[in-house]
């Protein structure tokens, strides 16, 4: 795999959920070290369009080829080794509660260690060093030992950023990173996974609803709406209309209400 | 004008609402239920012969007259204690290797491990290539579970003869798929994000699972295997009675040689292990957050109350530190051994076994015998849950703590005065309900043989005592538990405690309590096995006679048409739990 291969190869891509068509005729390409933004409304198939990225679903048409191998293709297990390679970042409640924060981290290891060693690391934490280097990093060390059912919304949502850099993948997926934190909260964790990729060379996707921290974060932003790419551009080149036509309210819904 | 708005009002009401007809699906099944428990009380010959035989008053009441002076010398003191402590250790090693069985098992039996395994987690029906493993395991599961752990006990008292082994296998193999069966809908119903996230990063199902879903639901699991732990105790009083020792054992004995004083005293054992092993259960669940089974049966897990960490962790370190070390002392106590399993007489005994049994013997004269005896055995069945669901729901509203000063139905009221008698009633039921469920029900059979004629009414009380203590236990938990507010909200616009109890804690306890009634008909069901054993009749006394003279070919088909009855009640409790 040479350096301008693309990572991410969607060919033809359509999704469908019994009779909803959540994504048509996709076509993408994102190369290495890339930062894209996935913006537009809700339901528009962002978190769809992440996890055909992920190898968590497959396409109903077209291909998707991740790092050069279409993934329909795979074995269960081959496909795990393609998925050891990407780390997704989902909203906290992806973390289990009930376990340590080291444990949660450690899971990030999980890929790579044997049954043997994880059954172990969760009486005797193991690999505590990397684990602690990696909450360092997101800014809350002092959290190592503590129950994950303690920790706020935001501290949360770095454990879960922390685990992936101990997963340390080619590819950061992130699926709405940010949409249950305020403003402020919202804005630490995008420096933060910008940072991660700048330092690291990661490709990072993220899909957001805030478009201003997509703009400010991001290098390439895609627009999706109903299923669709509504535009694919460097984050400067994108205008005011464009992202009113993203998130447009389309009136035809609710006319044939008015006339009953 | 006023009026003519209220006729507008009146006429749209009648036009959009008719009052609902009371025939509806639920009236239906409540007359199908009266039917039913009508035809078994005519099961019972009831009304046409001698069902009470007088002479047995007089034993009856020299037994009873016993309770009052209990055999307390030091030798039978000490007999009692090492009784005690054999039933408690078979109840140890059952509870812990069907646990065990229950993790494996409940693993491969649950669906989102095999979406897990074919990586269709993320698909919105279960795919079929996932179906097939998990329905042929859930097949297997379901086999071990209809029959009693008495018949397994009889069995394998064939095999090992008197031996620790039986008792610990009895309870071990049925309880194991029991166990697995609600581990595995436990692990169904826990949140999948934290699995889906692991899942998604290339790690594979076990090591995802022990990093998400096991400890995410352990909390539950734990609380499941404290209630295992006092079915087993029960479980294990009864195996004694077929020889493999503890407390059972000796009271079958003394039963025997009509000695009431020392049986009172094995009596008063059996309510205090019972007691306490209850109400330390009951206190952890609690604490876990996971109050009852119902909870475990009806899946609400995502809503249940949390306690905080602290006490619970404490609470969780306390409780399996004290099992670890009671669990150390009884197995240096009872001499366990396990090269038994595998000795070459065990193996020859199972080959014999299994090449007798085939092929079955089944020809068409024996059908019209096993006919009558199957409804028998439903009869049996239907009048114990009658009777348990009656008595329960009487006795589950003392039992409660709602009545005491405080409680929802008094709240106001802080005289000393309602402290006392509360707190008498309070513990006057809770005492009653413990000695019905603490006795077995064969031993219950056999105290009602003095003063009843044999037949399926002194086994369908019998079981129906037994029965009654655990749904009065069980019941009286429901009410403790529910949703105070709407209760509080009754009370404040002036209800009387007699109206919330009729408009608050009825409507909300009694979807609760049939539910409770239908699962414990399915265990009744299977319990007719025990009360067989002592001569009460119906399909279980057929069992018990064809295990004890070995004959094994028309065993099999017994024991499948029992399997088949057994399938069917559960059936019909489902389809009655689900209106």
């Given at each position: ?27 993408l390409q994102i190369l290495a070290g890339e930062r894209v933004a996935l913006v537009g409304p809700s339901g528009a198939g962002k978190s769809t369009l992440l996890g055909l990225l992920n190898g968590t679903q497959l396409p109903s048409q077209g291909e998707v080829w991740v790092f050069g191998r279409n993934l329909a293709r795979l074995s269960p297990s081959q496909l795990r080794q393609v998925q050891r390679r990407i780390g997704t970042i989902y909203q906290q409640l992806h973390l289990v509660d009930n376990l340590r924060v080291i444990h949660n981290l450690n899971a990030g290891h999980l890929g790579r260690w044997s049954l043997f060693k994880a059954v172990v690391s969760l009486f005797f934490p193991l690999e505590v060093e990397t684990a602690a280097q990696a909450l360092f990093k997101v800014g809350i060390p002092e959290k190592l030992y ?115 | ?237 009864v195996l004694g009675i077929i020889g493999a020792g503890g407390l059972g054992y000796q009271i079958l004995l003394s039963l025997q040689s009509l000695r009431y004083e020392q049986i009172w005293t094995f009596f008063f054992a059996l309510f205090l292990l019972n007691g306490s092993v209850d109400f330390w259960s009951a206190l952890l669940r609690h604490h876990l957050g996971s109050p009852n089974r119902l909870d475990l049966n009806s899946l609400k897990l995502q809503g249940s109350k949390r306690p905080t960490i602290n006490r619970q962790s404490h609470l969780i370190l306390f409780a399996s530190s004290i099992g670890a070390i009671a669990l150390l002392l009884c197995s240096f106590s009872i001499k366990i051994d396990y090269t038994k399993l595998w000795a070459p007489r065990t193996i020859q005994l199972l080959e014999e076994f299994i090449g ?224």
């Amino acid at each position: 795999m040479s350096g301008t291969d693309p990572i991410f190869e969607l060919k033809h891509v359509a999704k469908r959920f019994g009779k909803s068509r959540v994504l048509a005729n996709i076509n993408l390409q994102i190369l290495a070290g890339e930062r894209v933004a996935l913006v537009g409304p809700s339901g528009a198939g962002k978190s769809t369009l992440l996890g055909l990225l992920n190898g968590t679903q497959l396409p109903s048409q077209g291909e998707v080829w991740v790092f050069g191998r279409n993934l329909a293709r795979l074995s269960p297990s081959q496909l795990r080794q393609v998925q050891r390679r990407i780390g997704t970042i989902y909203q906290q409640l992806h973390l289990v509660d009930n376990l340590r924060v080291i444990h949660n981290l450690n899971a990030g290891h999980l890929g790579r260690w044997s049954l043997f060693k994880a059954v172990v690391s969760l009486f005797f934490p193991l690999e505590v060093e990397t684990a602690a280097q990696a909450l360092f990093k997101v800014g809350i060390p002092e959290k190592l030992y503590e129950r994950t059912d303690q920790l706020s919304g935001g501290q949360k949502q770095r454990v879960a950023l922390a685990r992936v850099l101990v997963q340390n993948p080619i590819v950061i997926l992130a699926d709405e990173p940010i949409s249950s934190l305020d403003l402020g909260r919202s804005r630490e964790i995008m420096d933060l996974l910008r940072d991660m990729s700048e330092q690291t060379g990661q490709t990072l996707i993220i899909s957001l609803h805030a478009i201003e921290l997509a703009l400010s974060h991001c290098q390439r932003i895609i627009g999706l709406r109903q299923g669709r790419i509504l535009f694919d551009v460097p984050a400067p080149e994108v205008l005011p209309e464009m992202v009113e036509a993203l998130y447009r309210i389309e009136n035809a819904r609710t006319e044939p209400i008015q006339k009953i | 004008m006023p009026q003519i708005e209220h006729k507008a009002i009146q006429n749209s009401v009648a036009k959009t609402s008719t009052r609902p007809t009371l025939f509806n699906q639920r009236s239906l099944w409540s007359l199908f239920g009266i039917a039913a428990i009508i035809s078994s009380i005519a099961q019972t010959g009831l009304f046409r012969q001698d069902i009470i035989n007088p002479g047995g008053w007089s034993v009856f009441l020299h037994f009873l007259i016993a309770s009052l002076h209990p055999d307390l010398s030091p030798e039978l003191l000490s007999l009692t204690l090492d009784a005690t402590i054999v039933t408690l250790a078979y109840a140890m090693y059952g509870t812990a290797f069907s646990v065990f069985l229950g993790l494996v098992g409940g693993v491969l039996a649950s669906q989102v491990w095999w979406q897990s395994v074919f990586m269709t987690y993320s698909h919105r029906q279960f795919q079929p290539t996932a179906i097939a493993p998990w329905l042929i395991i859930r097949a297997l599961l379901s086999i071990p579970r209809a029959i009693h752990e008495l018949i397994w006990g009889l069995f394998f008292i064939n095999i090992f003869g008197l031996d620790p082994l039986v008792a610990i296998l009895a309870i071990t193999i049925p309880f194991g798929a029991v166990t697995a069966k609600v581990f595995s809908e436990i692990l169904d119903e826990t949140p999948r994000q934290p699995l889906i996230a692991l899942l998604s990063s290339g790690v594979s199902p076990p090591k995802a699972f022990i990093y998400s879903l096991l400890p995410q639901a352990f909390p539950y699991l734990l609380s499941y295997t404290f209630y295992r732990f006092e079915c087993s105790i029960r479980s294990a009083a009864v195996l004694g009675i077929i020889g493999a020792g503890g407390l059972g054992y000796q009271i079958l004995l003394s039963l025997q040689s009509l000695r009431y004083e020392q049986i009172w005293t094995f009596f008063f054992a059996l309510f205090l292990l019972n007691g306490s092993v209850d109400f330390w259960s009951a206190l952890l669940r609690h604490h876990l957050g996971s109050p009852n089974r119902l909870d475990l049966n009806s899946l609400k897990l995502q809503g249940s109350k949390r306690p905080t960490i602290n006490r619970q962790s404490h609470l969780i370190l306390f409780a399996s530190s004290i099992g670890a070390i009671a669990l150390l002392l009884c197995s240096f106590s009872i001499k366990i051994d396990y090269t038994k399993l595998w000795a070459p007489r065990t193996i020859q005994l199972l080959e014999e076994f299994i090449g007798e049994v085939f092929p079955p013997n089944i020809n068409t004269t024996q059908f019209g015998e096993l006919f009558n005896l199957s409804t028998q055995t439903l009869a049996m069945s239907i009048l114990a849950i009658a009777l348990a669901g009656l008595g329960g729901m009487l006795l589950c509203f003392p039992a409660a703590r709602i009545l005491l000063p405080g409680g929802v139905l008094n709240p106001i009221s802080q005289s000393p005065h309602h402290w006392f008698w509360g707190t008498i009633i309070l513990l006057l039921t809770r005492s009653l309900l413990l000695i019905s469920r603490a006795i077995p029900a064969p031993i219950w059979a056999l105290i009602l043989l003095f003063i009843l004629f044999p037949g399926i009414l002194p086994g369908a009380i019998a079981l129906g005592l037994h029965n009654l203590g655990i749904l009065g236990r069980l019941m009286a938990e429901v009410i403790e538990e529910l949703d105070e507010r709407p209760l509080r909200s009754l009370q404040a616009l002036g209800a009387t405690s007699p109206q919330v109890f009729l408009y608050g804690v009825l409507p909300n306890a009694l979807p609760q309590f049939i539910a409770y009634i239908l699962y414990r008909w399915e265990v009744c069901m299977r319990e007719t096995v025990i009360v067989g054993l002592v001569g009460a009749g119906g399909l279980g006394r057929l069992l018990t006679e064809q295990l004890s003279s070995f004959d094994y070919k028309s065993l099999v088909t017994t024991l499948l048409c029992f399997i088949v009855l057994t399938f069917g009640v559960d059936l019909l409790s489902a389809s009655f739990r689900r209106l």
